[in-house]
């Protein structure tokens, strides 16, 4: 009987002609057939990854703020300006390609939010980006310095993006980054001077060709740690860089500017009109080029909003309102534990005092929280027999009073 000849289930070629052959159940398969299958994967998967690109989540501007409302309390000016930006950037993005030379090629305009630490800029910006689905990394100015210097590159903002694509280039191109404490790059001055201003006008420089659309060799790893890697392009044409800062002190360049406007006789009417509590609501491009931002950074973010300073009555809604409220994560963290955590009025109250006291902000809430039911999360689990917690005024001061944030003093 002959000898039955080993071939490939898919070509057809035999053994001998063949430098691997893997054996199935019930068929075998070559190395020129895998190695063919491999390609024709990958490029299927390229191909599905655009598509989904392709179909970004885009709604309209009244439906983007009505899902930032569930997350941030207040800031309506702030919202719609977000919203609007963001969605005409995205729409923009998601047009077909111009076909004739005549055709307006739309601008993307990047934005930049000014508030004071703790009002919801990140979590605004965070926010779009989840609801979009589209990749979103949040950058640390602070950190960055000019090429050369101990600190990092400014291309390592992009290197983040990458990294949370899960390094899909054609996702991160139509990602959103949040650059924060953007304030903290300011020049530094006008005067000459023998020490190089390494984190302050050079970086800004450095910043222009990623806000402006540039193609920009990215190290996938870091650039210094790692200099033998293979670089990475990405053209940063359609990401939309979102900038936040405090910008400590702008609210005197505001003052100044309008009280040099302010002149004739409605000086006194115009003067009782501005509302010296929240300056910050009439800033303009020239206050931020003042501040310290060089003028084609400001150019290259056009839109510029303010969020307002938090209240108490905001800190309180901040604390009970939103879906991810930090009450309702507390009392989840309980439940599953199977207590019941409930929180008298009174404390509520004690802890927005606490965080407008110390001047806090909304972060400073969730840490006033922490030292309040540290105790009760560390012994509670343990304790079977207690089935609800009710935090009362005298037991959340007393907790209260063992944290650091009780030994702080007031500015």
Not at 50 to 67: A, C, G, T, V
Not at 72 to 95: M, S
Not at 239 to 263: C, M, P
Not at 379 to 386: A, G, T
């Amino acid at each position: 009987m002959a000898k039955k000849i080993e071939r490939c289930s898919f070509c057809g070629r035999e053994k001998s002609q063949t430098n691997v052959l893997i054996a199935g159940l019930d068929a075998h398969i070559c190395d020129y057939c895998v190695t063919q299958a491999q390609a024709i994967i990958k490029e299927e998967l390229s191909s599905k990854a655009k598509s989904q690109l392709s179909k970004i989540e885009l709604q309209k501007p009244f439906e983007i703020k009505k899902h930032i409302d569930q997350y941030v309390i207040g800031q309506d000016e702030a919202k719609k300006t977000l919203a609007v930006a963001v969605y005409n950037h995205y729409k923009r993005i998601t047009q077909p390609p111009a076909k004739k030379e005549d055709d307006v090629e739309i601008e993307k305009s990047n934005i930049i939010l000014v508030g004071e630490t703790g009002t919801g800029k990140t979590l605004m910006a965070r926010t779009i980006a989840k609801m979009l689905k589209v990749p979103f990394a949040i950058a640390d100015a602070t950190v960055l310095t000019e090429a050369g210097y101990v600190g990092e590159d400014v291309e390592s903002i992009l290197t983040r993006l990458l990294q949370v694509a899960d390094y899909n280039v054609a996702a991160a191109e139509k990602g959103i980054i949040f650059i924060d404490e953007i304030d903290k790059i300011s020049r530094k001055g006008d005067n000459p001077s023998i020490t190089r201003d390494v984190s302050g006008e050079g970086v800004q420089q450095a910043l222009l060709k990623l806000l402006e659309g540039s193609v920009v060799n990215v190290a996938p790893q870091g650039g210094r740690k790692h200099p033998e890697q293979k670089m990475i392009q990405i053209n940063t044409k359609n990401i939309l860089f979102i900038a936040g800062g405090a910008f400590d002190g702008i609210d005197k360049i505001i003052a100044s500017r309008l009280r040099t406007n302010v002149i004739g006789y409605s000086y006194q009417k115009e003067k009782e009109s501005v509302d010296k509590d929240n300056m910050l609501q009439y800033i303009a491009p020239p206050d931020l080029k003042k501040f310290g931002l060089i003028p084609e950074i400001v150019g290259r973010m056009p839109v510029v909003t303010y969020l307002h300073p938090l209240k108490r009555e905001t800190l309180k809604l901040i604390l009970t309102e939103p879906k991810n409220a930090l009450i309702k994560q507390y009392t989840k963290l309980f439940e599953m534990d199977g207590i019941k955590l409930e929180f008298e009025n009174k404390v509520l109250d004690f802890i927005v005092d606490k965080s407008i006291e110390f001047k806090l902000g909304a972060r400073g809430l969730r840490s006033i929280l922490e030292g309040i039911l540290n105790d009760a999360m560390f012994h509670l689990p343990s304790d079977e027999k207690i089935k609800k917690l009710t935090i009362s005024l005298p037991y959340a001061e007393e907790q209260f009073n063992k944290t650091n944030i009780a030994k702080l003093k007031v500015a």
